[in-house]
């Protein structure tokens, strides 16, 4: 082809960079673009895209959201005006949470902004940009694209920062400008996706200090939060931990960014051995699962975890997002003030700064001289922690504190789990993770109704990486209600992902904050087994659960663990019954809200 269109142009680059699935929802200023999603083909000639169709906008970013945190870029369409307001929640998640997202809005011809035609999803003014202003503050950067022939590296340029950056990027595209064709050739050469490279002295002045201090250290620990996954630095904290061996903790925004040393699917209540078994696994070798010491929250920490952090005397902080609920409401107690912040766009050392020394490159850096400069450190236990529950009777109600221990011994490796704001976020810190497990959560933006959404983007993600990856979700029965129409996408497309609902009777995270018996707390009870049938599921399962013998009977069973159909499981808990961490974090919340 010498030409392609600009439309078409735009979903090449997409699929270069391993996006094969398309959010949003059709409507008249973007369906001429999205006709070009069927155009981009393989390397076999099949078409390589889906266009997943969401049930409404918001729903949309929020699985374009699932599905980046699992790829490292989503894309969604919406149409001007209302559509892409209606998207703008989730977009700001992704801004806060640092995911990299494309939101592509089809805008009305240049023709008619021109002429400022009275058109419908407008104000009524003339104004063809107010809603690309809203955009601007919660996008890494935008484009309104206005001309045809720098349309091509307006749209490199927006995706590059989407990548690279992790942040939303807002494109404005007109309609009558997708068909509009540009070279083909310029799709030979690819996005520059590199980072910026650090300036070399201030990087020196940050590792020759870091090095002095790693010395100077007898105590130190590394605690890893959501950036260093975002930013792809898994990899580069992993050798740091194996070179180092200091003892590792993450923030419940970083859970599974540092491999757990989790059973994988190993029945410990089954047989007591495994639990000797799963030590000897981790303590071997040099391994960073075996150096694995917990969830630190601050004084929601578990009085093990919470010492072995704070009593340290050298701390190497990678990707940290200090937010309230990730830090048991800033209760962070360090008794040192040698604290190094990796950050994605610069680097702390105690009180200095240094702007521009990207973590990525940094760490790397750091990881050619760090073995000999922790020669020195003798190496410390790490918190041991519990992976079985005190035995009890089939005829034992579920609780949450028996349910988050008892669901480590059923995930397994390459999992993706992930869980809604309120009593599964912070019930799931209490579980372990197999290695390579995927956690996601929106503990800083905390959307009620994101985790249903980001569901269907992760299991459109896992379909594609590997059709035996498991998507399991974890969801309240409150939450459920603002964003169950997703679950309809989910059917539609084969996904099989576990969506466990936790049914305690309304908003239990909102009931322990303030308002314990007020009726805005309430909702109302739904059929939650109806679920799949209503949205037409025909290979499923529907169970509910209500104590210990019917849970055991599920996680034991081998055809329940295979990832072959979508799957409802209704956890049935006592109304005020939340993980012991939540409980102290809404008495904490209730008198700051409560503060003059």
């Known amino acids: 082809m010498a030409e392609v269109s600009l439309g078409r142009y735009l979903f090449e680059r997409l699929y270069q960079l391993q996006v094969q699935t398309i959010f949003g929802v059709p409507g008249d200023f973007n369906l001429s673009l999205l006709d070009k999603i069927y155009e981009v083909e393989d390397a076999h000639g099949k078409n390589s895209f889906r266009w997943a169709g969401n049930a409404n906008e918001l729903n949309a970013s929020y699985a374009a959201d699932g599905y980046s945190r699992v790829k490292r870029l989503g894309c969604l369409v919406t149409t001007f005006g209302v559509g892409e307001l209606s998207a703008l929640n989730g977009i700001a998640g992704s801004y806060a949470e640092h995911v990299g997202l494309l939101h592509v809005v089809g805008v009305p011809s240049i023709s008619s902004q021109a002429k400022q035609l009275l058109l419908h999803h407008t104000l009524g003014n003339g104004d063809f940009t107010v809603f690309h202003r809203m955009s601007n503050n919660i996008s890494q950067t935008t484009a309104f694209i206005s001309d045809i022939n720098s349309a091509p590296a307006e749209i490199d340029r927006c995706i590059r920062e989407a ?24 799709l030979e050469s690819p996005i520059n996706l590199s980072l910026e490279k650090n300036d070399p002295e201030a990087q020196d002045e940050v590792i020759d200090s870091v090095l002095d201090l790693i010395k100077k250290s007898s105590n130190p620990i590394i605690l890893v939060d959501a950036c260093a996954s975002r930013h792809d630095c898994k990899a580069e904290v992993t050798q740091l931990i194996e070179q180092t061996q200091f003892p590792v903790f993450v923030t419940p925004m970083g859970k599974g960014t540092v491999d757990e040393g989790g059973v994988d699917g190993e029945l410990l209540e089954d047989d007591p051995h495994l639990i000797a078994k799963v030590a000897a696994r981790l303590s071997a070798g040099k391994n960073a699962a075996s150096r694995f010491g917990g969830v630190y929250v ?13 009593s340290a005397d050298l701390i190497l902080s990678v990707g940290a997002l200090l937010s309230d609920f990730n830090t048991g409401s800033f209760s962070y107690s360090y008794r040192t003030k040698n604290i190094v912040e990796f950050h994605s766009d610069y680097t702390k050392i105690r009180q200095a700064t240094f702007p521009g020394v990207q973590m990525k490159e940094a760490l790397q850096e750091l990881n ?3 073995s000999s400069a922790a020669s020195h450190y003798e190496v410390k236990p790490v918190p041991k922690i519990k992976l079985a529950n005190t035995p009890a009777t089939r005829e034992v109600k579920l609780t949450q504190e028996w349910l988050w221990t008892r669901v480590s011994s059923w995930f397994r490796e390459g999992d993706i789990i992930i869980t809604e704001t309120g009593t599964s976020s912070f019930g ?15 503990v800083l933006w905390g959307s009620i109704g994101f985790s249903v959404g980001a569901t269907l983007g992760a299991a459109m993600a896992a379909q594609e990486l590997d059709p035996n990856k498991r998507t399991i979700l974890f969801v309240g029965d409150g939450s459920l209600q603002l964003t169950v129409q997703e679950i309809s996408t989910i059917i539609r497309w084969g996904t099989t992902p576990y969506l466990f609902v936790l049914n305690n009777d309304g908003y239990t995270i909102e009931r322990l904050i303030h308002g314990v018996n007020a009726s805005y707390n309430d909702i109302q009870p739904w059929q939650n087994l109806e679920i799949l049938p209503t949205f037409s599921a025909k290979n499923y399962d529907a169970v509910r659960i209500s104590n210990i013998g019917e849970a055991e009977d599920i996680l034991k069973d081998k055809e329940f663990g295979k990832n072959s159909k979508i799957r409802l499981i209704e956890v049935m808990l006592p109304r005020l019954d939340a993980p012991s961490n939540l409980a102290k974090q809404a008495a904490i919340t209730a008198a700051t809200n409560a503060e003059a």
């Open 298 to 310: 601050g004084t929601l920490s578990k009085p093990e975890v919470k010492d072995a952090v704070e």
């Open 428 to 442: 799931i810190v209490q579980s372990r993770f197999p290695n390579n497990t995927i956690g996601i959560s929106q």
């Open 163 to 186: 990548y690279v950056k992790q942040r939303p990027v807002y494109i404005g595209l007109p309609a009558n400008l997708v068909d509009l064709n540009v070279p083909a050739s310029l």
């Open 368 to 370: 050619k001289k760090v």
